[in-house]
């Protein structure tokens, strides 16, 4: 697969950092899987994973606390 953006990278699997902000404050999770260009960096994440993102930041934001930080691998 060959990069959107700079349309002659390869996107290979990799793991990034997401930084989400909630209603109630912030949400980094790490070790989130994805697809990254090799030569631009751009960073993808697949559908199936950004709906795991979102169910999980609904479930956080129930709870009263600034900032969230947690591992995607142990939360999923
Ligand atoms: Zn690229």
Request: aromatic share 10%; proline share 1%; hydrophobic share 40%.
């Amino acid at each position: 697969m060959n990069c959107l953006v700079c349309k002659s990278g390869t996107m290979i699997d990799s793991f990034e950092t997401y930084f989400a902000k909630l209603k109630t404050g912030y949400a980094i999770i790490e070790n989130v899987p994805c697809k990254k260009c090799e030569q631009c960096g751009e960073i993808l994440f697949s559908a199936s994973v950004i709906e795991k993102i979102e169910s999980l930041i609904e479930n956080i934001e129930k709870i009263s606390s600034k900032i969230f930080i947690f591992d995607y691998q142990s939360a999923a």
